[in-house]
């Protein structure tokens, strides 16, 4: 919504909800936990390469830099690995955000809804690990989280990424004309999906 109230966001720690799951969190081939400060290099070996950050938010090709950016303890809180056999694959945000909401109610719709990210190294592309990992995170968000409503975004262009959301039974609720600048200058379209926790449980059944 455009009148977003910015002061209203971010007012619940996830870090603190995420303490309260027990991890790690198992699939039928992958592992969801925390990340911590030591997967920096980890984290690092794929979110350095242009094909991996071609469509995230920043793109640093200087090590110390990245972890300047990333490795805070506000995006390690919402930063979780995802795991094959012990090794990492890819990464997954769950960021926990306020509902939009008038003044008046704000305070009902605090810490209400998640956002979810996805990164897979290239090597680990193609076999459904972001499509097992990310239902996985829908039920914690939905089930052990008692989220009311989940959301994510990309750019348009973003062809994988709007495609798993299809996949996981996002919707397509919004799509921005020509709103996002690209680092390579060019303007370029967004597209919002979101799922509600009773359209999630009803593909459950
Ligand atoms: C977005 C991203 C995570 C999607 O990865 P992905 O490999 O396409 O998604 P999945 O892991 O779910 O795999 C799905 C693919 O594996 C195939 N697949 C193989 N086995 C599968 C299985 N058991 N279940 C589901 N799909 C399977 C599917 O057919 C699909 O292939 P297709 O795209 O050729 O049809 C990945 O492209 C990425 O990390 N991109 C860079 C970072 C990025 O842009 N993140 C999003 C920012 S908004």
Request: with cysteine; proline share 1%.
């Amino acid at each position: 919504m455009a009148a977003n109230d910015q002061d209203h966001r971010d007012t619940r720690d996830e870090g603190e909800l995420l303490d309260k799951i027990v991890w790690p969190v198992r699939t039928d081939r992958l592992s969801l936990r925390r990340a911590t400060a030591d997967d920096a290099d980890t984290i690092w070996s794929w979110r350095r390469l242009e094909e991996v950050s071609r469509w995230l938010t920043f793109w640093c090709t200087d090590r110390d830099e990245f972890a300047a950016k990333h490795l805070t303890a506000a995006r390690l809180g919402r930063t979780l690995l995802i795991e094959r056999d012990g090794a990492a694959v890819g990464e997954l945000m769950l960021r926990i955000t306020d509902a939009w909401a008038q003044a008046e109610v704000a305070d009902h719709g605090k810490g209400l809804q998640a956002e979810l990210g996805w990164v897979l190294a290239p090597q680990h592309t193609g076999h459904g690990y972001a499509t097992e990992i990310v239902e996985a995170a829908l039920r914690l968000c939905f089930v052990d989280l008692g989220m009311r409503r989940v959301f994510a975004d990309c750019f348009a262009d973003n062809t994988a990424s709007w495609r798993l959301m299809e996949r996981v039974g996002m919707r397509r609720e919004l799509h921005s004309v020509g709103e996002s600048l690209h680092r390579d200058g060019t303007w370029r379209d967004g597209y919002g999906y979101a799922i509600l926790a009773g359209e999630w449980f009803d593909r459950q059944r």
